[in-house]
């Protein structure tokens, strides 16, 4: 196979963009949705405090909690 004489010069690619930080924040948003449900709306008496109130609009999702933060990252890919 014959070699071409035209030589191809790659444009520097950014490392950070937009996109990059949106996929982060997602990814973020998503751990600390699951920390949040963890610590707070469903938190085990035995290792924390029950807190006096919780947030019933969270906790009336019920299993959708796990679907909305493990979900936040096949989403920001």
Known sequence: MAKSNATYVQPEAKIVSVRFVLSLLLMAAGI???????LSVRPDPDVFPVPKATPKAIADLGLWNYAIGFGAFPGSA
Not at 33 to 38: G, L, Q, S
């Open 32 to 38: 600390a949705w699951i920390a949040f449900y963890y």
